[in-house]
């Protein structure tokens, strides 16, 4: 899964919205704020969509999630002439809206704990996986 945008929403009326990401990391400690995210998510290797529900599902267990987008599918990119002929693989991907009072770093940990979870781990660039 990848960590695509995370935006401020402060429940305490003194902070201003125009907070630099900087910023709010360096108040990560604080739990008065909320943050919405976006995180894209696609799986070209195995079952997809059960690939794809089982993320949902175990994102549900750190975060609050508020929507997500339909699936769609889109061709493997990025192969170079020498990549196996099995990696070219379409992919099925969606976007999860989440709200968390996690920082960036501590999301994409978490994410990243996810990922390995559900058995993405050393693998050649570029090649297929069960969930990014």
Not at 16 to 45: C, E, H, R, W
Request: proline share 4%; glycine share 6%; charged share 30%.
């Amino acid at each position: 899964m990848i960590f695509l945008y995370h935006t401020f929403s402060g429940n305490d009326e003194s902070k201003k919205p125009d907070l630099t990401f900087f910023q709010i990391l360096l108040d990560s400690g604080k739990k008065d704020f909320v943050m919405t995210s976006y995180i894209a998510a696609g799986s070209n290797d195995g079952n997809r969509e059960n690939n794809l529900l089982s993320a949902l599902e175990r994102l549900k267990g750190i975060c609050a999630v508020t929507d997500v987008s339909p699936l769609y599918e889109t061709p493997a990119a990025l192969l170079f002439d020498t990549a196996r002929d099995d990696w070219n693989k379409p992919y099925l991907n969606c976007v999860f809206q989440i709200e968390t009072d996690r920082d960036a770093f501590s999301l994409l940990r978490e994410l990243q704990k996810i990922e390995r979870d559900m058995g993405r781990g050393e693998h050649e660039r570029w090649s297929p996986r069960v969930i990014d």
